[in-house]
């Protein structure tokens, strides 16, 4: 293996500066060196778990050619990820003529702001938006703004803002739109093929080169901190004061980032985000789009990483049960050995998976369902938008010509100490008529497959009955009967 290149500094475009530097942390947040070091103190800390958007800036990234800007979560993205990065805040905004920006000045006229504490993250989420589509439908503003709390509810007026901002300039004209070109150049210049290592002992931060020499890296120091899209490794720093060092940086890395489809398998790279992976999944498999779109807000999904959902083994991750589902397999890789299992087989305990040291998930392949199949997804939260699960409910069925059961696969997360197949509720409706008779006969399998818990999210009796309502109301849905559903605190998808 040639000998690799390397760097002792992170480089990136802060606003229209050029910036190089040599002493950062391996928890070192996005934000605090924007507000401590910076005095950029237009992004506010609120929630410091991604949660409420205040802090939110956009990160400009290179992205097969193309340079596409994001809004995310500075209070969970580190500093070490932004190499090769444009960072804009909310400073770097301006209009025509020393004037308000457009999106600044509609929130203005449409009295957007009133405490003023979120206004600067609702501003760069809003920015971000009419930068990709100017004239966006109240679907898309409402999606937008998913990840920013306004404590005032002041959320009619500022979707009125929303309405409104290109009546006060058009997005073409905008200096981010109109600096692309010469932004992209420095940020290709940036991209010089080096690794970068900081710091040494606990305040180490590595920045592989590439696929391969991540994967030397890791075999070198097996207990390093992978860090993807840093939405779960944030909180760690944030909120549990945890060390993180060696921390090892591979968001940038291309060949993680792919995602294709061959003869009706889907194949994600382990660093594909959610929002990368939206527009293929919710065409191919339509049922994840309405998932996906519940999944943290704008932010998180722009920064979270599918393979950081599975290799972190929570047992209310949002893909692995329906990828379980569908009968998805996981290719680990070790040095430039690689192996493939079933999915499922990944998670053996809570806090355990079949990963040795030194390997790191590189994709997981989910084949597309038949035409004929039916597949649906169902999350339980407390609120509708930006809520961990309570309940997730997967299935996966194959009906026989006579109308019986040819094949089912039922998966849930948040039932059992790993995401799980319901494996004897399928045993008992395998090979049977497709019936209510039979879904209600097969209710009483649940409880050979799973002895839930109760924590803040739901009790241990809540969890049985929706796992099981679940299984009903999916009966209802794949047969065309329409039935009302009764909608309480605990909301259904």
Known sequence: MAAVKMRN???FLLNGEAVALSKVSPDETLLDYLRLRRSLRGSKEGCAEGDCGACTVLVGRLAGGELAYESVNACIRFLGSVDGCHVVTIEHLRGEGGKLHPVQQAMVDFHGSQCGFCTPGFVMSLYALWMRNPEP????IEKALQGNLCRCTGYEAIVRAARAISSYGKAAKDPLAMERAAVGKKLAALRDGARVEIGEGKGRLVVPADVGDFAAILEGEPTATIIAGSTDVGLWVTKFMREISPAVFIGGLDELRTISERDGV??????????DAFSTLARRIPALGPLFDRIGGEQVRNMGTIGGNIANGSPIGDTPPPFIALGATLTLRKGNERRTMPLEDFFVAYGKQDRQPG???????VPVPAESAHFAVHKITKRRDEDITAVLGAFHLTLAGNGAVSDIRIAYGGMAATPKRAMAVEAALRGR??????????LDAYEKDFTPLTDMRASAEYRMLVAKN?????????????APVQVSRHEAA
Not at 137 to 140: P, Y
Not at 266 to 275: D, H, L, M
Not at 359 to 365: G, L
Not at 470 to 482: A, H, V
Request: proline share 2%; charged share 25%.
């Open 470 to 482: 679940l299984l009903r109301r999916f009966y209802l849905e794949s047969t065309g009967t329409t």
């Open 359 to 365: 390997e790191f998930v590189e994709a997981v392949d």
């Open 266 to 275: 889907i194949s994600i790279g382990a660093g594909v985000t959610y929002t």
């Open 9 to 11: 500094e992170i480089r």
């Open 137 to 140: 439908s109240d679907e898309a």
């Open 433 to 442: 008529p497709w019936s209510e008779a039979t879904v209600e006969a097969a």
